[in-house]
Nanobody, 115 residues
């Protein structure tokens, strides 16, 4: 059973930065498909950043130029570097992985952007 654990959320002022981490365990496979989603209060969950074709990346328009998804040196670790955070970035951020066609989600980490 694949388990995903996110960390790194917290309270940050507008213009600040945070780095989220996602670690996947419970599989011997290298997981290529690991993505970041978020869900703001009262809104649907949305894609924030993802790897496509293994190494290429794709971002939501609202975060382009501010957020960066990248892999860690440790197997099955993915990060989301978030810069110039805005109040509208406030949400629970989730990591998603797909392994052999099965989708797994973490429990999320809360990011609050407020002065």
């Amino acid at each position: 059973q694949v388990q995903l654990v996110e960390s790194g959320g917290g309270l940050v002022q507008p213009g600040g930065s945070l780095r989220l981490s996602c670690v996947a365990s419970g599989t011997g496979f290298v997981i290529n498909a690991m993505d970041w989603y978020r869900q703001a209060p009262g809104k649907e969950r949305e894609l924030v950043a993802q790897f496509t074709s293994g190494i290429l990346t794709n971002y939501a328009d609202s975060v382009k130029g501010r957020f960066t998804i990248f892999r860690g040196n440790v197997k099955n670790t993915v990060y989301l570097q978030m810069n110039n955070l805005k109040p509208e970035d406030t949400a629970v951020y989730y990591c998603r992985a797909r392994v052999l066609g099965v989708e797994y989600w973490g429990k999320g980490t809360l990011v609050t952007v407020s002065s």
